[in-house]
């Protein structure tokens, strides 16, 4: 006799859906047909971290509407519905599946792409630096002071454009999540963060020029400097607290980021090297990654290890926090290595040719290998490079 598999009991069906390991099974297990739709929840809460999908260049041809994904686990491109693309606003961050979003006002904005839920942090002219704000002041809206005193101005462009380098969520903050955003902002190595539910930034002060790069490990942030020194800064009570961990300075590298192990148990420090390359084509010059290393944090020196392998772990580095995950469960993924986007291209001559810096990096053998997903594309390319998203529904 022929079964229906629509008539599967609901506790099977849940125990089913509960042994998916990837959204995209998890959505396609919902779509059969509505008897198992209605068996499972919308949401679901058992899935491990999702290999991050990389958000790619908004082209011209394209609907302002939408945004094309490269799903890494599915080796395909999808299309979500996402108006905040225009290239007017500027992406500057990607933190458990959220992206901060900014554009020509003060109004910074978390959204989670794959829900369509939008979160509102305080706005720029909050900021201690921020002096003031003032939309009559065409060019000039803004008033920051420097650390002398001295008072000086910039556009809406500008600070959309480099006011902010990085944003790092604590956690999600899907739900009423106690959440904590922190910044790391280009013009002045500072660090602030927020708090859900706050009306201001709040300046760490013991940690500027910590401005490398920041992770939220085991309920504390941890920022790196140029050398490899670590500020710990403790932000959940009335003011924040930090220590600084000197350890021998890692010198040679051009950008330093921080990463946790799958586990969550170690610290890791991926350092990469930058080279200028000559583009025989169009006579260019611009610069380009040549390699990687990693080390992981010995807290008894304290002092940074050299690691030569990943094992079956990889990286994923760029502008977005950084993430390291097991590939035994994502065969799509190759393991030891490093998935890098570019997050410096507004410093690179080849940014207005419309071309980005990222690839694989393989630690076996130092080689880097293209994304199968990105091509270049130098006339139809505009605002804002590639950057890693984590699915988090």
């Known amino acids: ?7 599967l009991p609901g506790e099977l069906l ?4 509960n042994n998916l390991t990837i959204y995209a099974d998890y959505l396609r297990f919902r779509s059969v047909c509505h008897c198992w739709r209605s068996s499972v929840p919308k949401t679901p809460r058992h899935l491990p971290p999702q290999l991050p999908w990389l958000m790619l260049p908004h082209t011209r041809s394209q609907s302002q509407s939408h945004r094309a994904f490269f799903d890494v686990s599915a080796q395909k491109i999808r299309l979500l519905k996402y108006p905040e693309s225009s290239h007017r606003k500027r992406c500057c961050g990607s933190s458990h599946g959220w992206l901060l979003i900014m554009d020509e006002t003060p109004a910074v904005l978390l959204i989670n792409p794959l829900t369509r839920v939008k979160v509102q942090l305080p706005p720029l002219s909050t900021f201690p630096i921020v002096l003031s704000f003032n939309y009559s002041e065409i060019g000039k809206e803004y008033a920051l002071t420097t650390p002398s005193g001295d008072i000086y101005r910039c556009s809406l462009r500008e600070m959309r454009d480099s006011f902010i ?5 604590s956690m999600s903050p899907a739900g009423d999540n106690n959440f904590i955003a922190l910044a790391i902002l280009n013009l002045t190595g500072d660090l602030a963060f ?7 930034w709040t300046f760490i002060h013991d940690a500027k020029f910590f401005s490398e790069d920041v992770i ?3 309920e504390l942030f941890y920022a790196v400097d140029k050398n490899g020194s670590i500020a710990v800064c403790d932000v959940s009570g009335t003011s924040p607290r930090v220590s600084i961990i000197k350890t021998p300075s890692q010198f040679g590298g051009d950008i330093q980021y921080l990463a946790n192990s799958e586990d969550d148990e170690e610290l890791l420090l991926v350092t990469r090297y930058l080279d200028l390359v000559n583009d ?4 260019n010059v611009f610069f380009k990654t040549v390699k990687f290393e990693v080390f992981r944090i010995n807290w008894n020196g304290p002092l940074w290890e050299r690691l030569t392998s990943l094992g079956d772990r990889t990286l994923f580095v ?4 950084s993430l390291s995950l097991s590939t035994s469960d994502f065969p799509a993924c190759s393991g030891n290595c490093i998935y890098f986007t570019d997050d410096y291209c507004e410093f690179n001559e080849e940014f207005a040719f419309g071309d980005y810096d990222l690839g694989i990096f393989k630690l076996c053998d130092g080689s880097i290998e293209p994304l199968p997903c990105y091509r270049r594309s130098s006339h139809s390319q505009i605002h804002g490079p590639p950057i890693w998203v984590t699915p988090n529904p």
């Open 318 to 321: 760029g502008g977005n926090s």
């Open 14 to 17: 849940e125990s089913i859906s």
């Open 1 to 7: 006799m022929a079964v229906d598999w629509t008539q």
């Open 216 to 218: 939220y490990h085991k």
């Open 280 to 283: 025989n084509v169009d006579l």
């Open 194 to 200: 927020c708090k859900n539910g706050d009306e201001s």
């Open 165 to 169: 380098k990085k944003v790092i969520l």
